[in-house]
């Protein structure tokens, strides 16, 4: 052996059972294609390459050093990954589906990220809170709740629609007789999407099914068209996403179809994301009893009438440390994708430009090598270690670079107020075991919680 020889000379390691025609599309899980590949990590190492009919590619990096690498905004660019294609039917130019530096990305960065300063949150905080009441009144006094992300998932929902357009999805009005049909257009319209992304089983899905997602769309449109036109007849001002995009600062408002196109993308981007979030946390929470009643004592602390100040919000460490462990575990966008603006390597193999890579951050989350031996473990202490700030490269759950999440500040704002405010008020007493589904994002599936309201 030389110590010459390059590593790059060799082929990433892909999954074994390659056969001549269908490529490794065997090897694909269909319904939890992220953890499948969390799987193979453990097998082939933290990059391997599945290849598909025709050529395709598909890399997978789950390392911290390899994110280390390929966060590096000079050589690599978000790139708009495959599973992502079919969203555009929705979210049009919308922030999420508008192309790396397009004037419409432009343009609706500039307008809307006044809307997610972490200052702005001022502005939604009482929102958010009321849409906290909602949920705990649709708790009552006990309830066992046998979809937590459902309901979370409604929570979230209702959260964007009135905070940013002052729209509300009914999601609780419907609750008894089933979902609001915009958040089940919305469930039905991802879950077509994912799966229509998977290579070969995208061809597989029928007609019926691609009426239904086109209804959904259709209503979908229609629902937020009505929400603008609104609006404007009212003439009403008031400081949300929506009045931002009616009236900028500076320059003309965004074009009525634009409008459209970002409220979806608010609606798509941050609500099972989020949602699911909750959930997870409420997960963990359930379980350990001593650490809900930490997050209670803290919240209890500093709530006065009932309610917990927006200034206050700052002073949830607990709550903090159990929001950032659950996305380190359970990030609830499991990665990104990440495309070469040169020729490269990465891990010491040879990447050429424009080649793709997509980041598990479900593996990067747990790296030994800088999460230590008890990585897998749900430990939020390890967040309140003085002075501990992770690495970049170690936990990303917002993404990176100039595409990576406008809703961060968002996110996080609204989900310590909910769980602040609902492990306050409640008991939480959950049974099952973690069962993580998979619909573009990560998500407790039939998660089963018993919520008693504390007198
Ligand atoms: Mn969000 C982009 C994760 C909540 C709106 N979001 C991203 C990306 C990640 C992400 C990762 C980058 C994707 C990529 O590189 O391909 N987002 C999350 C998570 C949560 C979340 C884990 C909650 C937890 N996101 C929200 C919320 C909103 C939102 C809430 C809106 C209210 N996110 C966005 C938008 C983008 C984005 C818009 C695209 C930003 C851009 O490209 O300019």
């Known amino acids: 052996m030389t110590t010459t020889t390059k590593l790059a000379a060799r082929s990433i390691p892909h999954p074994p059972n390659r056969i001549p025609i269908l490529g490794d599309v065997l090897g694909i899980d269909r319904k939890r294609p992220n953890q499948k590949t969390l799987w193979q990590f453990s097998r082939l190492g933290p990059l391997y390459r599945r290849t598909f009919v025709g050529g395709v590619h598909l890399t997978f990096a789950g390392s911290a050093d390899l994110m280390r690498e390929i966060i590096d905004e000079k050589v690599w660019q978000r790139h708009f990954g495959r599973p992502y294609e079919k969203l555009r039917e929705i979210a049009g130019d919308g922030l999420f589906t508008a192309a790396n530096d397009s004037p419409e990305w432009k343009r609706g960065h500039e307008v809307l990220i006044h809307g997610f300063v972490p200052g702005a949150m001022a502005d939604y905080h009482d929102t958010m809170l009321s849409v906290a009441d909602l949920t705990a009144q649709w708790l009552g006094d006990a309830r066992n709740v046998t979809d937590t992300a459902a309901m979370m998932g409604d929570t979230a929902l209702e959260i964007i629609g009135r905070a940013g357009f002052g729209y509300s999805v009914g999601a609780f009005d419907a609750r008894a007789a089933g979902r609001a049909p915009f958040a089940a257009a919305l469930t039905r319209v991802f879950s077509h999407v994912q799966e229509s992304a998977i290579p070969m089983v995208g061809k597989l899905i029928g007609g019926k099914r691609a009426r239904q997602h086109a209804e959904d769309i259709a209503l979908m449109k229609q629902t937020v068209i009505e929400v603008i036109e609104t609006r404007r007849g009212t003439g009403q001002r008031c400081p949300d996403l929506l009045d931002r995009m009616l009236h900028p600062e500076n320059g003309l408002p965004l074009p009525d179809d634009n409008i459209a196109d970002q409220v979806l993308t608010m609606f798509v981007a941050g609500h099972e994301t989020t949602g699911n979030l909750l959930a997870f946390a409420t997960y963990f929470l359930a379980r350990n009893p001593e650490l809900a009643a930490r997050v209670r004592a803290e919240a209890t602390a500093v709530t006065t009438d ?17 929001i950032s462990e659950t996305l380190r575990l359970w990030p609830t966008a499991p990665g990104f994708f990440r495309a070469a603006r040169e020729d490269t390597t990465l891990g010491g193999y040879d990447i050429s430009a424009g080649e793709w890579v997509f980041v598990l ?23 309140l270690e003085n002075g501990f700030r992770p690495k970049p490269w170690t936990y990303r759950p917002f993404g990176t670079g100039p595409r990576s999440c406008i809703g961060q500040a968002f996110a996080l704002h609204e989900a310590k107020l909910i769980i602040a405010s609902l492990v306050r008020d409640f008991d939480l007493d959950g049974r099952s075991e973690l069962d993580v589904e998979e619909n573009l994002t990560l998500r407790p599936s039939n998660l089963e919680v018993e919520f008693r309201r504390i007198k």
């Open 361 to 383: 951050l479900l593996a990067v989350h747990r790296d030994t090598s800088v999460w230590g031996p008890d990585a897998e473990e749900f430990r939020p202490d390890r967040w």
């Open 306 to 322: 009932g309610r917990i100040a927006y200034e206050d919000v700052a002073k949830l460490k607990v709550t903090d440390a159990v």
